[in-house]
């Protein structure tokens, strides 16, 4: 019970818990959806099924603080509609859209969003071909060059700019799978957990511990998987990392919002603290959207 205690007093920067407001009515996203249709994909597709969906806001230029996103998707989803407010037909089914790409608008950052087609539509949670040594890079490669001439900025830029690993429920899985790869996980500067902590706690801190410039948030319900491996995180970060670590390394937030919700009303304020390498946005629960 100490951990959960230092949890909720020290990790809470303004001394209340996170509590996401109520979904307000948002405008549609502004920019531009891209499916791709990439020979690296992870899971077997259809012919001519988007095997990533690639979102560019408004604005986005490639410049020094242009920054990655990658959304690790849950169970039963498509990535084509994680991005875009309107519904679409994908894998036979008509599905709501998440409406994060709005959400990047939201952020004002210069943000190029990937989310690339874990299980469609399926309860699997598995990594696919991600759990393959080299598999992320040769993914992210291919997905660079299939943006081309759409993509703003030098090709090197891009190459070289800072990954936020984004996973939401059981695609905790695939994020993990991803920073067991060496190479992939010298690349990553922030792992976001939301709901998804449900194992790897111990991987998440050895990570950290490699790199004083990492940074992990995990934010979560009140199940109790999840609930017992995030009071778990917390233990080990201090022990391994020092006391100092937990809210400057490492951000632990119970919510209250609901497990779906959740991953849609923290992305903005999760991609602003990214780019401006800070846990603010998100430990200021009462401003998040």
Known sequence: MAAVRVHFSTLL?????????????????????????????SHPLARGAT??????????????????????????CCAATMVTSARGRCGGVVRDGWGLGARVDESGTDTLFLVPQLALGARDGSAGQFAQAGFFAAWLSEALDALGAQLPGERARWASAPIALVAHSAGY??????????????????????????????????????????RAVSVHTRGVATTRENARLVALAQRTLGPAAIGTRV???????????????????????????????????????
Do not use: C, K
């Open 13 to 41: 920067l303004t001394g209340a818990m996170l509590v996401f407001g109520a979904q307000r009515a948002r405008a549609a996203e502004r920019g531009t959806t891209v499916p791709l249709m990439l020979q690296h994909t």
């Open 51 to 76: 095997t990533t969906a690639a979102y560019l806001p408004p604005g986005l230029t490639g410049s020094a603080h242009a920054q990655i996103v990658v959304l690790l998707h849950g169970w039963s």
């Open 173 to 214: 899985e695939t994020a993990l799978a991803i920073l067991r790869d060496p190479h992939a996980a010298a690349r990553v500067r922030r792992v976001v957990m939301l709901d998804a902590l449900y194992a790897g706690a111990a991987q998440l801190v050895s990570w950290l511990a490699a790199d004083s410039t990492r």
């Open 251 to 289: 951000l632990v937030i119970p919510t209250r919002a609901g497990h779906a919700a959740l991953l849609s009303r923290s992305f903005a304020p999760l991609l602003s603290d990214f780019a401006a390498n800070s846990f603010i946005a998100m430990a200021q629960g009462s401003r998040a959207p």
